[in-house]
C-alpha cells in the first residue's frame, strides 16, 4: 500500500512539473523553441541562392 502512495504521489509530482515547466504560457519552454522555430524557419526562407 506505501509503495502505490509513493508512486502515486511522485506521478503528481512529475504532473506538477511538466506544466510549470513546460506549458506555462508565455514563458514555457514550449513558447520558447516555438518563437526560435518561428524565426529560424523566416531566416532560412528569407535565403536567397
Known sequence: MRN?????MMLIVVALLFTSII???TTGMRHNIQTHGTTANT???ALTP
Open 4 to 8: 502505490i502512495l509513493i508512486t502515486v
Open 23 to 25: 506549458n506555462d504560457g
Open 43 to 45: 531566416n532560412i526562407t
